[in-house]
């Protein structure tokens, strides 16, 4: 089984930044790629970005280009959402989640419990 931590959500004001990481561990074989979405009140959950675990390639919505930045640290299966100049649009619940093969258990994608981003004066 593999598991997802999520941390570094908050409250911060328009304008702020917070950095967002989510752990992966448990019986991993190897990690494909990690991302975060996300789901405001009312909404559907939408992809935020994401980024592939060998060549450290991303992707990232439109919205959030040019302000957020997302890494990884392969040693530590840990991937990091540096997000600045907020906006209340970004208030939302961000979940992290993983493209993983475990061991003993074929492909599949893992989600974290969530981390709640609120951007807010």
């Known amino acids: 089984q593999v598991q997802l931590v999520e941390s570094g959500g908050g409250l911060v004001q328009p304008g702020g930044s917070l950095n967002l990481s989510c752990s992966a561990s448990?019986?991993?074989?190897?990690?494909?790629?990690m991302g975060w979405y996300r789901q405001a009140p009312g909404k559907e959950r939408e992809f935020v970005a994401d980024?592939?675990?060998?060549?450290?390639?991303?992707n990232s919505a439109d919205s959030v280009k040019g302000r957020f930045t997302i890494s990884r640290d392969n040693a530590k299966n840990t991937v990091y959402l540096q997000m600045n100049s907020l906006k209340p649009e970004d208030t939302a619940v961000y979940y992290c989640?993983?493209?993983?093969?475990?061991?003993?258990?074929?492909?599949?994608?893992?989600w974290g419990q969530g981390t709640q981003v609120t951007v807010s004066s």
């Open positions: 980024i592939s675990w060998r060549g450290g390639i991303t």
């Open positions: 989640k993983a493209d993983v093969t475990a061991v003993q258990v074929p492909f599949r994608r893992y």
């Open positions: 448990g019986s991993i074989f190897s990690i494909h790629g």
